[in-house]
Every structure is written in C-alpha cells, then in structure tokens.
Nanobody, 124 residues
Framework: QVQLRESGGGLVQAGGSLRLSCAAS????????MGWFRQAPGKEREFVAG????????YYADPVAGRFTISRDNAKNTVYLQMNSLKPEDTAVYFC?????????????????WGQGTQVTVSS
C-alpha cells in the first residue's frame, strides 16, 4: 500500500500564508490523483483541491479557488498545498489522499489512501 506523510500545519493570523506538504512512499501508480481535504469540528470532510499526477492539472473547490495552489515535485514524490489569504473559516484538519485513477474527483470515498491529517488554525 501507499503511505502518505503530511507536514506544515500550524497557527496563523487571517491574511497569512501556509504551505502543506504530503510525501508519498511505498507503491506508486502511473496514473493517479492526489487530493487535499479538510474537516472542521462538527462538519463533514470536504474536498479542497486535486491534482492529476501525470500532467499536473488541478481542480479547486470554490471557497479556495484563487487563494490556494496545489503542486507536485516528481523527484520528491511530494504534493504541496500553498495557502494564501487565509481566513478563519479555513480552520480545519487537512488531509492528503491518493486515488489510483485519472479523473480528479471531489468524492472522498473514491480515494484509497489517506494521510494522518495536520491541523491548520487561522485566528481573526
């Protein structure tokens, strides 16, 4: 199986920036999607951004479009989430996930592998 290791979470003020990292190890796939999800207290896990590894194409959820950027580093087997102009409503535990498919999907149930999550807290 694939193991995902996340890092980069922390406490920032509104308007600040943070970059999350997710390093993949173990078995990899020629065609797969990497996704970022988040879950706030009392809410369901929601899709944030996805990336198709083969060509780097990306898809963003409306609340983060224009503020967040997902990218990859092939040599490091790592996917990043650059978060700018952070808002208090961005506060959540952020998870990275992998899906051995080609089409980016916002459905959490499609993703087979998950990281442990990293806390992001944005103060007013």
């Amino acid at each position: 199986q694939v193991q995902l290791r996340e890092s980069g979470g922390g406490l920032v003020q509104a308007g600040g920036s943070l970059r999350l990292s997710c390093a993949a190890s173990g078995r990899t796939f020629s065609s797969y999607v990497m996704g970022w999800f988040r879950q706030a207290p009392g809410k369901e896990r929601e899709f944030v951004a996805g990336l198709r590894w083969s060509d780097g194409s990306a898809y963003y959820a409306d609340p983060v479009a224009g503020r967040f950027t997902i990218s990859r580093d092939n040599a490091k087997n790592t996917v990043y989430l650059q978060m700018n102009s952070l808002k208090p409503e961005d506060t959540a535990v952020y998870f990275c996930a992998a899906d051995p498919r080609w089409t980016i999907t916002p459905m959490a149930t499609r993703y087979d592998y998950w990281g442990q999550g990293t806390q992001v807290t944005v103060s007013s």
